[in-house]
Nanobody, 121 residues
């Protein structure tokens, strides 16, 4: 089993910054993709950013130039640096990891419990 624990959410004024962290633990051989999604009230969950083990990144258009995803492979941790925050960034942010639990096993997707980010105008 794999657990994802997020931290770093909170309340910030528009234009401010927050840094989210997500640490993965458990039976992990490798993490192919680490990422962040978010879900605002009344909306579907959407991709914010993801980072592959090879270093490829994918960002939502709405956060390009403001958010940066990075990872510490040695600690199985992913970060999301969020700058120039806007009220429309308000949502619950979920960490995602696509994990291989053994060298020859298939991959599985895991989610964190979510952390609230609120941006006031």
């Amino acid at each position: 089993q794999v657990q994802l624990v997020e931290s770093g959410g909170g309340l910030v004024q528009a234009g401010g910054s927050l840094r989210l962290s997500c640490a993965a633990s458990g039976s992990i051989d490798s993490i192919n993709v680490f990422g962040w999604h978010r879900q605002a009230p009344g909306k579907e969950r959407e991709l914010v950013a993801e980072l592959s083990s090879g270093g490829s990144t994918n960002y939502a258009d709405s956060v390009k130039g403001r958010f940066t995803i990075s990872r510490d492979n040695a600690k199985n941790t992913v970060f999301l640096q969020m700058n120039s925050l806007k009220p429309e960034d308000t949502a619950v942010y979920y960490c995602k990891a696509i994990v291989r639990v053994g060298a020859t096993s298939p991959t599985f997707r895991y989610w964190g419990q979510g952390t609230q980010v609120t941006v006031s105008s």
